[in-house]
């Protein structure tokens, strides 16, 4: 069992959570993700780590309350335990010196990204960052990544703070005023691919992390497979991060909503147990 | 003299297995056993051991049955196998033991492995023989709790050994876990023996990969020696066009899903799985059978598609048989070419029809394409069970251990000894796919192997 040791609101459905997972936190690098049980009866769903404290043994993560796992996540509160956490798996992200980047954000790839933002940091880049949410409520993490960005742009759908538009509206911008060495996108599968399609025109190196469904984690149900460059790979031990100018966008976003169905119905079922109890 | 034939083993009625998924072979009665064991002729020279991958002495446990001591006569198999609860279940009896039973010449061999499985039902929940030799002072990491891992686990605790079993899953079991359906194994028998394992003193840590939770150096830091049995877990898949349309599977996200995570009982359990009316298994072994008899069991109508004849199916002749029983139809002489899908699902395959030339590798005659003989079939799902690689996890973060063409860890065949001093391995992971019990006997050499080892510290 691994405790929760913290836990905060950060939106209206955006929760971030502290576990306290020793082997993991001592182990786990930048872009890497665990997997994550809420209970015994519970689905095996992969989320990214975003800070890891190896001297205390935590690990943070920052997710969505989306399906049902997430909303059982959500519901667990400072001193339960959930059933299991492995981890870390995926391949680390490959933290090097590429000279000016622009790390792209949208909902929770925001946490997600600022691992590798302070890796990219240290790894003396220059960085500039764009997130992007619908609504200003559902912004957070704007300091963190301001302190860690040269530059940070911030877009909302509605403009109620920010640029409004999408991410792609500051990147075109920065992508034809200067020289990008490198972008890096983490967020909903169609913002990737938005951005990807766009640094392509540029040439501009770029890594996507990718976010299919997973079972196992370890590379033996494929599950999580996904085309890139014309060949099949599993996220969960090839990836998650590729070359965005490679994925097959539209056959991942079709296997994403594999279970679509199943998840309505389960969380139709969740909200139900959920009104019949209060 | 005519010999008499075996005594059969009871199954549930075929229209009622094909609704759940309860154990279709019943196990013998008392009464049952007792007939088939009094077909044993006690062989001087008994030649069924040697077919036997981890020795047992069958002529003796059987001896004890005709004397009804049975649970003596679990002790005398637990003596050189741990798991007989396992084993006699899913051993390809036919080919090891069976094989060799003087009788198999003019008749029918005796059913080891029912008496087998008899011997261990009875005594499964009885206090079980937990003697051990004094405690040493060595500590062992196993790694990976399938069939090798429990074996070397519980054998090298009977020695004295702390050991400490890592496993990857949330689950102890690996592919008895995930993969073997509780049809032809239920999982109450699977935690039983687990159980007996534990009972010996192995720790089991779940959920920790080794080569990325922690690496073999950082292992070898806390532990005298490691047993790497990490099986082969990586899916082969046909590289196709199509294979990534929705309701095309790999068998071990199928049976995972439902073994492991228990999906047909979704909503109770939150993981589901989805298949369509009609349903293609892609294969012939015993994987594609599992596969093929789950997916009935889940309501659709199911067709093997194999790529050579009948004859040259690899999967046990006992599964093939409940497979047709339970109605599942079998194209031979056939191999998928290409899926064809609608709005993103999986709706026929393009096959290529086959015929077989000269033998192989493998000694079975190899499948060729027949030139334009092309058919398609309507299918809702497909599950992809061609075979399984060794997971490349440990060995890609551990440059040292040297691996073979398909990934398997190369070793020294008596011993287990891979490359770097400390480390041992066995069972599918240096093997590739094989059988249950071939990678229960590699752990049974191996733990000698790695006893001498603490020791001598010779490599």
């Known amino acids: 069992m691994y405790r929760i040791v913290d836990k905060i609101r950060l939106a209206s459905n955006v929760v971030k959570m502290t576990f306290e997972a020793p082997l993991v936190a001592r182990a786990i690098k930048p872009g890497q993700f665990i997997i994550i049980m809420v209970h015994e009866k519970g689905e095996r769903i992969p989320l990214t780590v975003v800070e890891a404290e190896p001297d205390k043994g935590y690990i ?10 997430t909303r059982l996540l959500g519901r667990k509160e400072i001193g339960d335990s959930i059933f299991a956490i492995m981890g870390p798996n995926g391949r680390p992200f490959p933290i090097e010196y590429y000279g000016d980047v622009v790390l792209v954000a949208g909902g929770v790839g925001v946490a997600e990204v600022v691992p590798i933002a302070r890796g990219l940091k240290d790894a003396n880049n220059s960085i500039t960052t764009i997130i992007g949410a619908r609504t200003k409520e559902l912004l957070f993490f704007t300091d963190v990544l301001g302190s860690i960005s040269n ?74 497979r996904v085309t890139v460059g014309g060949e099949t790979k599993f996220v969960c031990v090839d990836g998650p991060e590729f070359d965005g100018h490679k994925v097959n966008f539209d056959e991942l976003m079709m296997r994403q909503r594999f279970y679509i169905q199943e998840e309505k119905y389960s969380c139709k079922l969740l909200e139900e147990d959920n009104a019949s109890k209060t | ?354 015929e077989l030339g000269e033998p192989d590798a493998s000694g079975r005659r190899s499948p060729i394409p027949k030139k334009g003989a092309f058919f398609s079939l309507k299918v809702g799902s497909v599950i992809v069970a061609i075979g399984n690689r060794p997971n490349p996890i440990i060995s890609q973060a551990t440059p040292e251990l040297k691996v073979g063409r398909h990934g398997e860890i190369v070793v020294d065949l008596e011993t287990g000894k891979t490359s770097k001093v400390g480390v041992f391995a066995g069972g599918d992971i240096v093997s590739g796919s094989a059988t249950v019990i071939e990678a229960m006997g590699a752990a049974k050499r191996s733990a000698m192997a790695i006893d001498r080892y603490l020791y001598e510290k010779l490599w």
Request: aromatic letters at 6%; glycine letters at 8%.
């Open chain 1, 60 to 69: 943070t993560v920052v997710f969505q309350e989306v399906g049902k796992t």
């Open chain 1, 151 to 224: 530059k940070l742009y911030i877009t909302t759908d509605d403009g109620s703070l920010g640029i409004k538009g999408l991410v792609t509206v500051p990147l075109a911008e920065i992508l034809n005023s200067k020289h990008i060495d490198m972008v890096m996108a983490v967020g909903p599968t169609i913002m990737m691919k938005a951005v990807s399609d766009l640094t392509k025109g540029y040439n501009v190196k770029t890594y996507v992390s990718l976010n299919p469904i997973m079972v196992d984690g370890t590379g033996m149900c494929g599950g999580c």
């Open chain 2, 1 to 354: 003299m005519p010999v008499r034939p075996r005594v059969p083993m009871r199954e549930r009625d075929v229209n009622e297995r094909v609704t759940n998924f309860e154990e279709v072979a019943l196990g013998y009665s008392e009464e049952e056993a007792l007939i088939e064991a009094r077909r044993c002729l006690q062989c001087t020279k008994p030649t069924c051991i040697e077919g036997c991958p981890v020795g047992i002495d069958i002529p003796a446990f059987i001896a004890l049955i005709k004397e009804k001591k049975y649970s003596e006569a679990n002790r005398k198999i637990k003596e050189k196998n741990s798991l007989p609860a396992i084993t006699g279940r899913v051993c390809p009896q036919e080919d090891q033991c069976e094989a060799k039973c003087v009788l198999a010449k003019i008749g029918e061999p005796i059913a080891i492995g029912r008496l087998e499985r008899f011997v261990a039902d009875h005594s499964l929940y009885e206090p079980q023989d937990l003697t051990k030799k004094p405690p040493t002072d060595k500590r062992i990491a196993v790694v990976g709790s399938g069939p090798a891992g429990l074996t070397i686990s519980a054998e090298l605790a009977k020695l004295g050994h702390s050991v400490s079993l890592f496993e990857a899953l949330h689950l102890p079991g690996g592919v008895l876990a995930y993969g073997i359906p509780d049809f032809r194994l239920p999982k109450h028998i699977l935690r039983r023996e687990v159980e007996y394992v534990s009972q010996l003193g192995v720790e089991f840590i779940p959920n920790v990969v080794i080569g990325k939770t922690i690496l073999i150096d950082e292992l070898l830091r806390d532990f005298h020696a490691i047993f790497l049995g990490s099986g082969a877990g990586a899916p082969i898949l046909l590289n196709i066009p199509g294979e990534n349309l929705l309701g095309v599977y790999s068998a071990n996200e199928f049976l995972a899903r439902i073994n492991l995570m228990r999906a047909h009982h979704f909503p109770e359990y939150d993981t589901p799985v989805k298949i369509g009316k009609s349903v293609a298994v892609i294969g012939g072994g015993n994987v594609a059978m599992d596969s093929a008899r789950v997916a009935r069991r889940l309501g659709s109508e199911v067709t093997i598609l194999y790529r050579r004849s009948k004859e040259e199916l690899p999967a046990r002749l006992e599964e093939i048989k409940r497979a047709e029983e339970e109605g599942i139809r079998f194209i031979f002489l056939s191999a998928p070419v290409e899926f064809y899908g609608k709005d993103g699902w999986v709706d026929s395959i393009e096959c290529q029809e086959m």
